[in-house]
């Protein structure tokens, strides 16, 4: 079997690394995965560049605090001028409005400018889930977001748009993509501290997945570090399951 041409066996690897020094990461990167390289998420390297804030930009109602190292949603303030401003840029499918800056994401750009001078076939990108994400980012009282129904709705509209800017990046580049959702809260999935039932889990992930094949011939994963309710992850509509093999593989089985 031909892995390469077949597609099988091409390496590929999450998005954070341990890094703060972008250039180090890249050329790292491009020498281990020159296949289907990733850009890298440095969460060492700035606040910007963790993995919720990462891709927080233009969210509605959304607060950073660089200097207390948080981020947070402020429900308490004129939140329908942010909806509907926010539905808006949706609507009109503004994908440049949801872009990752480079304050926020400077391996994206500087691996973009590398592959300008090389052949891959694929460039992978990454975000955060909605299940993560929404668990993790509360409002300003503290309750995760995930339970605030009108803001949540945003968060799965904003991440499925940054995926499809990442996306209209690569083809810049003529590369196909691939596009993982990162979702390590998924490990707690069934215990008490998340009180979330399996379709909770699985229509956020669908619209994401949804959103972003309606608009392009791209491959879609799910990553989830540790166990899972892996029959659960199954029936979305991802295409891949990235989970550590070597530690769960009884489970998925």
Known sequence: MNCQKDNFCLATAIGSLPHKDVNRACRIILENLPDAPIWPQLAKRSFKENMYVQYSENLPCIVLDEQAEKVFFETTKDVEQEL?????????????????????????????????????????????????????????????????????????????????????????????????????????FGSSYVSLGKDDVIRPLDEIIETIKDAEDVLIGIHCCANTDWSMLMETKADIISFDAYGFIDNLA
């Not at 460039?123 to 994400?133: A, D, M, N, Q």
């Not at 309750?143 to 810049?172: H, P, R, T």
């Open 84 to 188: 509907e401003k926010f539905y808006q840029r949706y609507i009109d499918q503004d994908i440049d409005y949801f872009k990752i800056s480079r304050d926020y994401a400077a391996g994206f750009y500087l691996i973009l400018e590398e592959l300008k001078e090389r052949k891959t076939r694929f460039v992978k990108g990454h975000l955060t889930g909605p299940i993560s994400f929404g668990l993790t980012v509360t409002d300003e009282r503290k309750k995760s977001i995930i339970y605030n129904e009108q803001i949540f709705d945003c968060v799965v509209k904003g991440l499925a748009m940054k995926a499809l800017w990442q996306i209209s990046e690569f083809k810049k580049l003529n590369r196909s993509s691939i596009i993982f959702l990162d979702e390590p809260y998924l490990s707690a």
